[in-house]
């Protein structure tokens, strides 16, 4: 099974043939926008913030005290977490980011773990205008991969932070379910493993169509 993370499995949930083009014939590239180039900015702001206390561009101190709150959290902080997990029968394993038998892989925005306590905390940011379209699986993995990562952790707060809409949307999490977090997937996993054994990569139509990057598809259509 090929390795995976949040954003390929939504990117093959959204259009398997986008997901070919981009990930199996890599004949096609998705250029960041100015919306992207914006969060990684963004990202980038927060990360040295909380790590070497480097102020913020004027362009992003709105961000300030948010991120101060989050800074304020006991314990060890991690920024640009790079998790790898590998599959062991039914089991799950740490391994390294870029280890040939990872399974699944993801970074955390910001992590800090309080061994003490049991406790690590997790945050993703969203430049997004809104959390309209949250989607809390993308913490459900990581809070799996913590749990996997720190066996010392038993509970995990987590939270999407909007920092353009000052907007939080949180989630716990508890050792025991693990597993569960880890399979939110399922069923999309299955579909992907099926398309990589049978070859067939089906295009879907979709409003984001005209953002694709894979012009050749019979669906692709120019941006009004």
């Given amino acids: 099974m090929v390795a995976w993370s949040y954003s390929s499995i939504k990117t093959f949930d959204q259009c398997p043939k986008k997901y070919y083009h981009l990930k199996v014939a890599k004949d096609v590239k998705d250029e960041a926008g100015p919306e992207a180039n914006y969060g990684t900015e963004a990202h980038k702001a927060a990360e040295d913030y909380v790590k070497d206390d480097t102020p913020f561009p004027s ?3 709105y961000m300030e005290p948010m991120v101060e709150t989050l800074k304020a959290i006991p314990g060890d902080k991690y920024c640009e977490l790079k998790l790898g997990v590998r599959r062991n029968g039914n089991d799950y394993e740490p391994c390294d980011f870029f280890a040939k038998d990872v399974w699944w892989r993801g970074i955390v925005d910001l992590a800090v773990v309080n061994p003490e306590a049991k ?3 997790i945050i993703d940011y969203k430049t997004g205008k809104n959390s309209k379209y949250a989607d809390t699986k993308q913490l459900d993995l990581m809070a799996g991969a913590i749990f996997v990562h720190f066996p010392q952790i038993l509970r995990v707060k987590s939270g ?3 920092v353009v809409s000052n907007e939080f949307i949180p989630k716990s999490y508890v050792v025991a379910e693990k597993t569960s977090y ?8 299955d579909r992907l493993e099926a398309a990589y054994s049978s070859g067939v990569w089906n295009a879907n139509s979709t ?3 005209g953002w694709c990057p894979v012009t050749s598809c019979e669906h692709h259509r120019k941006r009004r």
Avoid at 182 to 189: G, I, N, Y
């Fill in 182 to 189: 880890l399979k939110v997937f399922s069923k999309e996993l």
């Fill in 207 to 209: 409003p984001l169509c």
């Fill in 119 to 121: 406790l690590a905390h």
């Fill in 160 to 162: 999407l932070v909007y």
């Fill in 59 to 61: 362009k992003f101190k």
